[in-house]
């Protein structure tokens, strides 16, 4: 395309040179415009030229890289193919080598086939010369002689030919010649055989020395080869024998490697008993321990279900009690119902647990109640017993009052009676005296006046009478009043020893719930973490179970790599030697 291009492209630069000259000889008017454009025709057609060898340089290159490109192919195919010649030479070789010791073994026995041919023409010959002379000499006797030399001639004959059968098969007759008769006719064919067969040996003589040679000579170049060969094995058995020693050394540790991995493969198979044995006790301990926590939980359990009833007829008698506190209905409902016999241990303590609670808040409120009272009592006693201080200190008073009555009642009687031997100077002072003593008396009953006359001391004696009577109901009073006390101190003490002796019940039951709860919480903890334990202790013994088979396959298999690696040790330095002892022996023989 691009030669195309070029062509065409000078095609339009004659084309163009033809138009400027015939433009130039039409327009000889404008020559200056005409040089202009020979020059910048000029100028293009150097440059297309430029580019036309550019080009051609660019294609030159191009088809140099191309060629260049399909060299390194041809090269990178050529050492691919040297590589697999290698390779199959390498094969060839020990192919060759196999054929050189079938050959030269072959070429053994042609030589031993060769020098036993040689040996028996020498011998045929030394008979035929001899068998001559004794021809000669038989010729030489007489007739007496001919027809034994005949016989020996012909017997002569027929053992050479016997002998020399396995070169040519000669026929049972002697040759026959039709010039001479008689003993000479014997001679003849006796003759005849016998240079036939000198000739069949001597011809058997010379292809075996041709062959000799050739095979001598193939000896001698296969001689050459093999000593190149040798030395190249020898160099390679020595290398054999280094990488033989390293593999000696590699196979002396790999045998203490599995020396010591059969004692640790015993220690861990003792070991592994060991822990089986520990795990089976273990087992055994945990089983046994496990039945006992379940003994112990059954027991439990029954103890719930008696606490249980327990604490309901504690709560019970408690409600009974609390029936002076509170009304019936709040009892009634306070009181929760009876635990069923078929629930659950954990259900029961719940149940349990609120009806302690209930307990509880029943004792709370209860104690409550109680300490109301007892503050109400201790009131009403304070209240009672501040009437009665009141009550004694106004009979004290009561009574001294009566007491300066009555003897102010005496000294008044006495006055009296003295009123008629007193005289009249005494009357004044008389006077006097009751109008003070009446003051007093007046100030103390609440009634003023004077004792004139026997009215006014019948009214005194009837008031202090009545206050007789009022002293000994107000004694009654406090007689029953000290009694009413003492009897409600005596319920108060009662009562406050049967809250004690209710409050230190519910604390031994409240402890010993407790003690309970923390003992089922114990046990489950105690079950759990027996159950996580032996559950452990399975997982550990799959695990080491595993673990233990793992690495008894795997010694396994690196036994049986080690005896595989020892064979073929033992292989290759067999190979290796019977080898070498082959080349020594051949090398000896030449």
Not at 15 to 25: L, R
Not at 385 to 409: D, H, N, P, Q, Y
Not at 417 to 446: H, M, W
Not at 530 to 540: E, F, H, V
Request: with cysteine; proline share 1%; hydrophobic share 40%.
């Amino acid at each position: 395309m691009d030669l195309q291009d070029a062509s065409d492209g000078d095609g339009t630069a004659s084309d163009s040179e033809d138009d400027v000259s015939h433009v130039s000889s039409r327009s000889s008017s404008s020559g200056q415009s005409f040089k202009a454009l020979q020059k910048e025709l000029q100028a293009e057609r150097l440059s297309r030229k430029v580019a036309e060898a550019e080009i051609s340089d660019l294609k030159v290159s191009f088809s140099r890289l191309k060629s260049f490109t399909m060299e390194a192919v041809q090269q990178r195919d050529h050492v691919m193919r040297l590589k697999e010649e290698a390779e199959s030479s390498q094969q060839d070789l020990l192919r060759k080598l196999n054929e050189a010791f079938q050959c030269k073994n072959d070429a053994f026995r042609q030589r031993d086939d060769a020098l036993r041919l040689r040996d028996d023409a020498i011998r045929l010959r030394d008979e035929v010369s001899l068998l001559k002379d004794v021809a000669m000499h038989a010729r030489n006797s007489g007739r007496s002689d001919v027809e034994t030399a005949t016989r020996l001639l012909v017997a002569a004959a027929d053992s050479i030919a016997a002998k020399a059968s396995s070169y040519k098969s000669f026929a049972d007759n002697l040759p026959r010649s039709s010039l001479h008769t008689g003993i000479a006719a014997v001679a003849y064919g006796f003759t005849n055989r016998a240079e036939e067969i000198v000739d069949e040996l001597l011809r058997h003589l010379d292809m075996a020395s041709k062959d000799r040679d050739t095979i001598r000579q193939q000896m001698e170049q296969r001689h050459n080869r093999f000593v190149i060969e040798v030395s190249e094995l020898e160099t390679s058995i020595q290398m054999l024998k280094g990488n033989l020693m390293d593999q000696g050394a590699e196979l002396a540790k790999w045998q203490a490697l599995a020396t010591e991995n059969e004692q640790k493969y015993s220690e861990a198979e003792e070991l592994l008993l060991k822990k089986l044995t520990l795990a089976d006790q273990e087992n055994h301990a945990l089983t046994n321990a496990l039945q006992l926590k379940e003994s112990l939980l059954a027991n439990v359990e029954v103890s719930i279900k008696h606490l249980s009833q327990l604490l309901f007829q504690t709560h019970e008698t408690v409600a009974n009690h609390a029936v002076a506190f509170f009304p019936t209905e709040i009892l009634l409902d306070k009181i929760p119902p009876v635990s069923p016999s078929g629930e659950e241990p954990e259900e029961g303590i719940n149940h349990c647990i609120s009806r302690s609670k209930d307990i509880t808040n029943l004792f709370s409120k209860l104690a409550m109640t109680w300490k109301e009272q007892i503050d109400l009592r201790k009131k009403a006693l304070e209240d009672l017993e501040g009437t009665i201080t009141r009550l004694i200190v106004e009979k004290k008073e009561i009574t001294s009052f009566l007491e300066s009555a009555l003897a102010i009642k005496q000294e008044m009687l006495e006055a009296v009676s003295k009123v008629s031997l007193d005289s009249n100077s005494n009357l004044n002072t008389i006077t006097k005296t009751k109008e003070a003593r009446s003051d007093s008396v007046g100030l103390l009953v609440g009634q003023p006046g004077l004792f004139n006359n026997d009215l006014e001391r019948g009214e005194f004696s009837n008031k202090g009478s009545a206050l007789e009577s009022e002293l000994k109901k107000s004694k009654q009073e406090t007689f029953e009043l000290q009694q009413f006390l003492a009897a409600a101190r005596g319920e108060l003490e009662v009562l406050r020893v049967t809250s004690e002796r209710q409050a230190k019940e519910l604390v031994d039951k409240t402890v010993k719930i407790e003690d309970l709860e923390n003992a089922q919480s114990l046990a489950q903890k105690t079950i759990e973490d027996l159950r996580s334990k032996l559950a452990a202790a399975g997982n550990d013994l799959l695990e080491s179970n595993k673990a233990f088979t793992t690495e008894a396959e795997a010694r396994l298999l690196l036994l049986e790599e080690v005896e595989r690696l020892k064979e073929q040790v033992i292989i290759s330095f067999v190979i290796q030697t019977a080898i070498a002892v082959g080349w020594q022996l051949l090398y000896l023989k030449m």
